[in-house]
């Protein structure tokens, strides 16, 4: 059974765990080792297990507890040539045979997962998005977007699950406190994702057959849960798709663990 829970996600700190059987790994992790301890600890889960920590891109939020829980548990970091580059000043000292480097689109196996990472659009060196294949099961993670494109979407479709951002409300964005530079950044093409465009991306992906969606990284200035929730449900309905019947929807948490996903 494929296990899925987002213990972390927002500009505050992002994590993902997953695990099939004995094999678990964590996507990012951007919050204290201990938050991440606590958080594991609350859906009955520790590192005893976890084999790997996967890293999507190189912002504080995405890996300031990486370093800690590596040489705290001996866990291997995988990421890409650039983002290590990026990075690995401010993961303190790792052992060598911990730091282990992935190419972009090309699979690998860690225990009984998966995984391939693919590029997207946002402003780092070179940030990517997850698929991870377990069982015949494909789950897919995708937070920090700019814009949607034709290639970031073949790599979302055909997945059982999806932990898809949905960042911003465009009017609040605009409207709010944050300097304009900053509003700039967040709504260019390698920024973050609004609702309404999530919410687009939900509908077709459900067309295509994707059943269950975790909606991540929301703002915490220029977003809440029952905004983005809503829009993405009207985005749906739009389709005919009934969000309470047809799909799984919900919107991961920024400070704590969010359900458990069975897959």
């Keep these: 059974m494929i296990k899925v829970c987002s213990l972390f996600s927002g500009s505050s700190g992002n994590c993902i765990y997953v695990s099939c059987d004995d094999t678990a790994i964590l996507i990012d992790a951007g919050v204290s080792g201990k938050k991440i301890e606590e958080a594991l600890s609350s859906i009955g889960e520790s590192f005893s297990n976890i084999s790997a920590i996967f890293i999507t891109h190189e912002h504080n939020d995405h890996i300031s507890g990486a370093g800690i829980l590596s040489r705290r548990y001996n866990l291997p970091i995988y990421a890409n040539l650039h983002t290590w580059k990026k990075m690995r000043p401010f993961l ?16 690998l196996t860690v225990g009984e997962i998966g995984v391939r990472s693919f590029p997207i659009p946002h402003d780092a060196v070179c940030p990517v998005g997850y698929n991870l294949f ?29 932990l898809l951002e949905s960042n911003h409300d465009i009017e609040m964005l605009k409207t709010g406190r944050y300097p304009w530079y900053l509003k700039q950044r967040i709504l260019s093409d390698i920024g973050h994702l609004c609702n309404d465009i999530a919410g687009k991306v939900v509908a077709y992906l459900a067309e295509q057959g994707t059943k269950r969606f975790l909606l991540g990284h929301l703002s915490k200035e220029n977003n809440f849960p029952e905004l983005a929730y ?34």
Excluded: F, W
């Design 134 to 162: 377990i069982d015949g099961k494909k789950i897919t993670i995708a937070t920090d977007i700019g814009h949607m494109n034709r290639e970031l979407l073949t790599n979302l479709e055909k997945s059982d699950m999806i």
């Design 92 to 107: 303190g000292k790792i052992s060598p045979a911990n730091i282990r480097y992935i190419d972009v689109d090309t699979p």
């Design 230 to 263: 809503r829009t993405v449900c009207n985005a749906l309905q739009e389709k005919r798709i009934n969000p309470e019947k047809d799909v799984y929807l919900e919107v991961a948490l920024r400070d704590r663990a969010s359900n458990v996903l069975y897959i």
